[in-house]
């Protein structure tokens, strides 16, 4: 791929993408929202205090952050945001594995075997 698609930021972002269908993989969750546009895809990337401290969830980011910026061309679908959240294997897990799991979670959404959110709001106050 060119470089890095666009990036998701805010979090209503997010959370819109959260309500789209997901697929679940051991060292990552890959979460998938069509727009209804034809714009370039977007993507986003989370990793949670329960994985670790931010040594480990940094970690976790950079290296999925790595896996799509090598993904090839067409993997990540026009007019479609993604979201790849990290989980306690996304750190040490290895790179190949990791690249393996991306593209397979990927190449199900995309054929459409996501299965649909149920979002939980788990945000304190």
Do not use: W
């Amino acid at each position: 791929m060119a470089g890095m698609p666009q990036r998701l930021k805010r979090r209503e972002e997010f959370l819109a993408v959260a309500r789209g269908v997901f697929r679940a993989m051991p060292a990552v969750v890959v979460q998938m929202r069509e727009r209804g546009d034809a714009g370039p895809p977007r993507v986003g990337f989370t990793a949670t205090r329960r994985i670790g401290k931010a040594v480990v969830r940094n970690r976790a980011r950079r290296r999925l952050k790595e896996i799509v910026r090598q993904l090839p061309d067409g993997v990540l679908k026009a007019g479609r945001d993604y979201v790849f959240i990290a989980r306690e294997e996304t750190a040490t897990c290895p790179h190949a594995e990791l690249r393996r799991q991306v593209m397979r979670a990927l190449a199900k959404l995309n054929a459409g075997e996501g299965r649909p959110s149920t979002v939980r709001n788990r945000r304190r106050r």
